[in-house]
């Protein structure tokens, strides 16, 4: 919004007529007021001829004085007639000008561009000139049947009232900018400027506002800006559009220590041979080429770098984001990143998605990228810095063979190179079949009996048994603990029913696996699993899937959803962990478990800690006013057995009964004695 406008009344405005007409009007009652007067006193001075007191006697003297006082009141009579009549004149003289001045004024208004609207103290439209119907569409049956103020935008409404208010307490107007409603449903830009129009008292009774329509004008502005910070081939930001967001990310970060980001810089290989072969033309089409498919490639959740420009609300939230920096230079500004390994994958499905041919003038090109990355962890203050670290690891990519992509920070780039040897040798041990299935065995505290088992996932790889702790989130994260887990349950199954043919008992062991977030989000999870139990012969109520509390308080729609599929199956559910996330007790009463685990965290040192020993009580008092059983996981004391006992626990498992181990052992262990201290001696 400008600066406030003040306005001056002009005698040629129409704002002046008001005043005109008053004077008028003044002058035409002083003119009546002054002939009435005049009359009344040459009236009263014939009459007083005939008052007695003149009758005297007469002679040549009296006579010659009344015809000359006959004769003054004669010239005064022709000089007043002579006086009305100039007056007169004057004042249709003046009556000519303000019909012209209105005829002028009704002229202008009726042929204006500009859109002129006159309102009264309460917003009522009293007048609005024909451009409203040429520029909004609106006729003037459609405008007096709605306020001055209702087409605005909403959000600019409390501005142009502000603005209308501070002209009638102080006669200023002031021009300002705001949107208002086309009778097709589009928004039109206007400028305003507001006059007031005081009445005879000096009040403020009327404003004349003048509207321009500005719409191509804003328009035409918003385009030199985005040309100005866009490249003209591409139409992706340009450098220092790209810098100003870098900027923006490089001060949050030194406020903020969890937020990262990360800088690609992408370099295409041997692209002036492409020029010189097949021309600057086919040049170009294949920047845009690179660049729609850079945008395809890039997370969604990435923002656009560019500036914060006012009056702009039409635009997308979130956008890829990518400049092309100039000639064959991209970049690509990772926002937010939550691990280094991040950016390399975006590097590496950007030279994925290079790597397939693009079409231009019916050829087939192949080219390939080198890719620098810098990250928000570098000392650096300034974007310019940051950008050069990214070069310069570009360009050591492209002398290592191009094709590539380095890390210019030494520990970003160490834990991106370990993640992604983690993930390699996750897929290749699970393609070799290094992963084996664990079990613990689940215990009754009552009877001291095996009553199941727990089974877990290890990974055993030449060197060792990896720690379930460093590979069963990534596996999460990249999806392959969905292959891990489907092999797993079938495994165990297998077991399971061998266990049970050898060992019968009644009721009969029972298998728990736990289904994961991943797991959990697959349509066919419910499928899957009844095929696995009728393919292993399995009876479904002899397997427990164990779901972590979040889940199963969750997305209530959801989750209540996939649990039924899952408790249609037979199968007995329960929340494992329970105790660490955040539960409703109305919706653990409605959803079908089974079964609450209470997490090892709080029977560690439950003989130890008063605290944690109350909640192990009210988490088993809870589940069992809700008919649910409850399994202590992580029991390690004959302390904590005893204590759970007391509590009337069901049952238990940790190290006290048995690590976790092979299916040889734990045949072993059901063959040697099922019972507690059995259990423990094999430990």
């Known amino acids: 919004m400008s600066q406030p ?10 704002e002046a007529i008001p005043v005109e007409v008053s004077r008028i009007e003044g002058r035409e009652w002083w003119l009546w007021g002054f002939a009435v007067v005049i009359t009344l006193a040459l009236t009263l001075g014939i009459i007083s001829f005939t008052f007695p007191w003149f009758n005297r006697e007469t002679d040549a003297s009296y006579w010659f004085d009344l015809r000359e006082w006959v004769r003054g009141l004669a010239a005064l009579v022709l000089l007043f007639d002579f006086y009305a009549v100039y007056q007169n004149l004057q004042l249709q003289r003046i009556r000519r000008q303000l019909a012209e001045r209105d005829q002028l004024f009704q002229l202008i208004s009726e042929n204006a561009a500009d859109m002129i609207a006159l309102v009264d103290s309460e917003g009522r439209r009293l007048y609005n000139s024909p451009a409203y119907q040429k520029v909004l569409g609106y006729s003037p049956e459609d405008l007096q049947a709605t306020s001055s103020i209702e087409q ?6 409390p501005r142009v009232l502000k603005a209308a208010e501070k002209a009638r307490l102080t006669g200023q107007g002031e021009r300002l900018e ?47 800006i985005h040309n100005a910070f866009h490249d003209g081939l591409t139409n992706l930001p340009n450098r220092a559009l790209f810098l100003d967001r870098l900027q923006h990310g490089l001060t949050l970060s030194k406020r903020h220590s969890n937020y990262k980001f990360a800088v ?30 850079l945008k395809d490639s890039v997370r969604r959740a990435d923002m656009v770098s560019r500036p914060r420009m006012n009056g702009v609300t039409d635009r997308a939230a979130n956008e890829d984001t990518l400049a092309r920096l100039g000639g064959d230079e991209f970049a690509i500004l990772l926002d937010d990143i939550r691990d280094p390994i991040e950016a390399v994958r975006v590097a590496e499905r950007v030279q994925k998605e290079l790597a397939t041919p693009f079409a231009i003038n019916q050829e087939q090109i192949v080219i390939s990228a080198s890719i620098g990355i810098a ?10 810095d940051l950008v050069r670290d990214a070069d310069i690891a570009m360009y050591r990519a492209k002398r290592a063979g191009k094709a590539r992509c ?15 040897r983690l993930e390699s040798d996750l897929r290749k041990g699970l393609e070799q079949g290094e992963f084996r299935v664990h079990y613990q065995p689940i215990v009754s505290l009552q009877t001291g009996k095996i009553t199941g088992f727990e089974a877990l996932t290890r990974w055993q790889r030449p060197e060792g048994i990896v720690p379930p702790i460093e590979f069963i989130a990534v596996a999460e994260e990249i999806g392959l603990i969905i292959p891990m887990n489907r092999q797993l349950l079938r495994e165990a ?16 062991l029972t298998m728990s696996v736990n289904i994961t977030p991943k797991e959990f989000d697959q349509p066919d999870l419910a499928s899957e699993i009844g095929k696995t139990l009728k393919e292993t012969g399995v009876d479904p109520e002899c397997l427990q899937l164990e779901i972590i509390e979040t889940i199963a308080m969750g997305n209530a729609e959801k989750s209540s959803q996939v649990l039924a599929q899952l408790k249609a199956l037979g199968v007995r559910l329960g929340i494992d962990d329970f105790g660490t996330g955040y539960s409703s007790l109305s919706r653990l009463r409605r959803i079908p478990v089974d079964t609450l685990k209470i997490d090892r965290a709080f029977i560690s040192n439950m003989d130890s800690d008063p605290e944690n020993h109350e909640i192990v009580r009210i988490i088993i008092t809870l589940a069992h006013n809700l008919g649910l059983k409850v ?21 238990a498992q940790g190290y006290f009964f048995s690590r976790p181990a092979d299916a040889q052992a734990m045949l072993k262990l059901l063959g040697t004695n099922p019972s507690v201290h059995a259990a423990s001696a094999g430990r």
């Open 152 to 157: 605005i935008h909403p959000d600019d409404r």
């Open 5 to 14: 406008k003040f306005q001056q009344v002009s005698p040629n405005s129409p």
């Open 406 to 420: 380095e890390v210019s920070d030494p520990a970003m780039h160490e834990s991106a190179v370990k993640r992604l």
């Open 493 to 508: 199954c297998q077991h399971l029913r061998s266990w049970q043919s050898e060992f019968p008992s009644n009721p009969p």
């Open 178 to 224: 705001y949107r208002i409603l086309h009778k097709n449903g589009t928004w039109r830009t206007l400028e305003s400027t507001a006059c007031a129009i005081r009445n005879a008292k000096g009040e403020t009774d009327k404003l004349v506002i003048v509207n321009r329509d500005i719409t191509e004008r804003k328009r035409a502005e918003e385009l030199l």
């Open 264 to 293: 690609l810089l992408i370099d295409i290989d041997e692209f002036k041979i492409v020029n010189d072969s097949l021309g600057h033309t086919a040049g170009d089409e294949l920047l845009i080429q690179i660049g729609q498919r």
């Open 375 to 384: 990250s928000s962890t570098s000392p650096h203050t300034q974007a310019e």
């Open 631 to 651: 399994v202590a996981e992580g029991t390690e004391t004959e302390g904590q057995v005893n204590l759970l006992k007391q509590l009337n626990c069901e049952m």
